[in-house]
């Protein structure tokens, strides 16, 4: 007997639809053959799927030939999310369930008792099942609360092959998982420092805020003990919540990472990502035979720290220019090519030298001006040239360690932040940008260049000529002055609003 049965791979971040295909056959040879490019993890359902049917009170169909079609049988299979449609389709060919499946799919492991486990990369292949007008998802029950992003479609829990068994057969029916209805606007993360904690520096929490409210690459430069790591940890603390369509898209990335937990829904707090400075290209950037997120895309929406940006592999630091630049991220294949999302504020640290203490006024630095040099070229021009701000850090002065009033509490930076992250939303209405960082040359040209107040465009000619900017600098500063108008409400970028962003471009000597 043949029956079929729906399920759903990944490729990349986006779903694709399996035919899931069982024939059984009565032969003096009774085999079990799973077809259709698998993998190991797939090629092993064969004992996983045997060991829960006999285990789940049902009849694995001895003295057959079992063979299993997984279609189209040119993309590769892997992982075991095949186990539970696996399992449904013998069930089916074998006459022990009758039912009608065809708008259904099925997702899941297989314990050898039965039990259904979670698998990663749930939500793309719902999402992807409901476009293609599906109408039941019977999935993993810690999977559940992720599926049920989908409003399109009905989620079935399933913590047992028997219970899905007892389903289908309609003696036991699974109660359709609903979702809990959100509660407002989301908390910011609780273990997140606050601005008002943070002594001190508040040029570089200034900083901050503009590279936070216009989505800008911001670098911060002083001797160890100053407070870069601290401050940068902070930046979360004043980064607006994600909207649902960013949400949406962060909770598709980490489920194909397998980074979401069990039992969670839509995450709703920006990324932070801050890996060790040890990470591999394919680490940073994504990759492997079959192509997997990196940090850059797990930083998607939020934020990327590289501490200690100077002690990266020059190698790995220059894989970042082009995905900083198209926001995208590309990776080729014998097999395929997949595109990942890197939109992301790149925040990096690093001391002025080895020893950390060049031009600190309070502890002489004890490295010849040749490694010194050597050490700052390690971060290449053209990477430099993509950064918007340079701040330094200074050590904090004892008078200020000493206090014990606190600085502006990150509540009332996020407020300024999120209005004027509104106005860049009005702003950029209908098109592909979200940020002033993401502007394209021609709206550079429409909300920037055109809105210069006379002195600041005296200004800006005046810094173009004297730091010898190159035209993507040029585009960059005018972003930045544009992030800092919007902080000040102002429609037009005043002399002061480019004088501030000019000073941010200081470059490592």
């Known amino acids: 007997m043949l029956a079929k049965v729906l399920s759903c791979a990944v490729v990349g971040l986006d779903g694709e639809l399996v035919d899931v295909e069982v024939d059984i ?17 797939v090629q092993e359902s064969r004992e996983r799927v045997r060991s829960a049917i006999r285990n789940s009170g049902l009849s694995w169909p001895n003295g057959s030939k079992v063979t299993i079609s997984l279609a189209p049988a040119d993309l590769r299979k892997e992982g075991p999310a095949y186990d539970l449609p696996i399992a449904t389709g013998i069930l089916l060919a074998s006459g022990q369930v009758v039912a ?3 708008d259904a799919v099925f997702i899941g492991e297989l314990g050898l008792t039965g039990e259904v486990r979670p698998v990663r990369g749930l939500l793309p292949m719902v999402m992807l099942a409901a476009a293609r007008g599906m109408k039941r998802a019977f999935v993993p029950e810690q999977n559940a609360p992720e599926a049920a992003l989908v409003d399109a479609m009905a989620i079935y829990p399933v913590t047992s092959l028997a219970s899905l068994a007892s389903h289908l057969l309609a003696a036991v029916p699974i109660d359709a998982y609903h979702r809990e209805p959100s509660a407002g606007q989301p908390e910011p993360p609780a273990n997140v420092t606050d ?23 911001i670098v911060l430069k002083g001797p160890p003990g100053s407070g870069k790591t601290l401050l940068a940890r902070a930046v979360p603390s004043i980064l607006p919540p994600l909207t649902t369509a960013e949400a949406m898209e962060v909770t598709r990335i980490y489920s194909v990472a397998g980074l979401l937990p069990s039992n969670t829904g839509l995450i709703t707090n920006r990324p932070f990502r801050a890996p060790h400075h040890t990470i591999s290209n394919a680490g940073l950037v994504g990759g492997g035979s079959i192509p997997r997120p990196g940090e850059i895309t797990l930083a998607h929406r939020g934020v990327l720290f590289l501490d200690e940006l100077l002690e990266f592999d020059p190698r790995v630091l220059e894989m970042l220019r082009q995905p900083i630049e198209d926001k995208t991220v590309t990776i080729s294949r014998a097999r395929q090519a997949v595109t990942f999302p890197a939109s992301f504020i790149l925040c990096g640290s690093f001391n002025p030298c080895p020893c950390g203490y060049a031009g600190d006024p309070e502890r002489e630095c004890v490295c010849p001006p040749q490694l010194i040099s050597r050490y700052q070229r390690r971060l290449s021009g053209p990477l430099m040239d993509r950064i918007d701000l340079f701040v330094d850090v200074p050590r904090v002065p004892f008078e200020k360690l000493s206090g014990l009033s606190g600085g502006e509490k990150s509540e009332a930076v996020r407020e300024r932040v999120a209005r004027a992250r509104q106005v860049q939303s009005g702003r950029f209405d209908g098109s592909p940008g979200h940020t002033n960082a993401e502007m394209t040359p021609p709206q550079v040209r429409d909300f920037a260049q055109r809105q210069l107040a006379d002195g600041a465009g005296d200004v800006l000619k005046l810094a173009v000529e004297r730091l010898n900017l190159s035209a993507r600098a040029f585009h960059r500063l005018l972003k930045v002055a544009r992030t800092i108008a919007d902080l000040a409400d102002s429609d037009g970028i005043e002399t002061p609003h480019m004088a501030e962003a000019i000073q941010y471009r200081a470059r490592i000597e």
């Open 100 to 102: 009608d499946v065809e």
């Open 25 to 41: 056959t009565r032969s003096q040879l009774p085999a079990t053959t799973v077809v259709g490019l698998p993998d190991t993890a």
């Open 195 to 217: 601005f008002a904690d943070i002594v001190g520096q508040e040029h570089v929490k200034r900083a901050l805020e503009v590279a936070a409210a216009g989505g800008h690459n």
